[in-house]
Structures are given as structure tokens and as C-alpha cells.
């Protein structure tokens, strides 16, 4: 049995901001976590490509408010910002 990737720990060099802000990137992040490992069996955020979180913002909370939108594409942007990539994100993709 393989050991469930550390969300918190991933993320831990980039998190910033009070406690609840932090707290919400997790959740979030775990989420687009469950959701990109259910579509295309990814299970770390290391095997992601950008059409992954693209899908997300695109497919999976368009139905959402934009405030929660807006929240979503924060977190995308943190997780890019941690794989170190050069992609980038708009509120249009939200």
C-alpha cells in the first residue's frame, strides 16, 4: 500500500497568510487533488500538466460563484507557483 501525498507539505515553502487563508488553500488544493487523480489517475501534483488545472477551473466549479472562483484560481496559481512552472492562469479560465 502506498502512502497518500502530503498536501500540507507540498504546499508548506508557498503558503502564506493567516491561518484561515492557509487553511483554505489546503482544502482546496486537496480537492483539485481528488478531482485531477479521479479524471486522469494523477496522484501527485508533480505528474500534472497545465490542461489538468486548466479542466479544473474550466469543467469542474464553472457552476460555482465567482467569489469561489476567484478563491480556486488563487490556489491554482500557488500550486503552479510550487511546481515551479511558467504557466499562468486568468479569471477567464475560472
Do not use: D, N
Not at 503558503?15 to 487553511?23: E, N
Not at 483539485?32 to 489517475?41: D, V
Not at 496522484?43 to 467569489?67: D, M
Request: charged letters at 25%; a positive charge.
Amino acid at each position: 500500500m502506498s502512502k497518500s501525498f502530503e498536501m500540507e507539505l507540498f504546499l508548506t515553502g508557498v503558503l502564506t497568510g493567516s491561518h484561515a487563508t492557509r487553511q483554505r488553500h489546503l482544502r482546496q488544493a486537496m480537492l483539485i487533488q481528488a478531482e485531477i487523480a479521479g479524471r486522469w489517475q494523477r496522484e501527485t501534483p508533480w505528474t500534472w500538466q497545465r490542461k489538468h488545472l486548466a479542466w479544473f477551473l474550466e469543467h469542474r466549479i464553472r457552476h460555482r460563484s465567482e467569489a469561489t472562483r476567484y478563491y480556486y484560481l488563487l490556489t491554482v496559481r500557488l500550486l503552479a507557483r510550487r511546481l515551479e512552472t511558467s504557466w499562468r492562469f486568468s479569471q477567464s479560465e475560472s
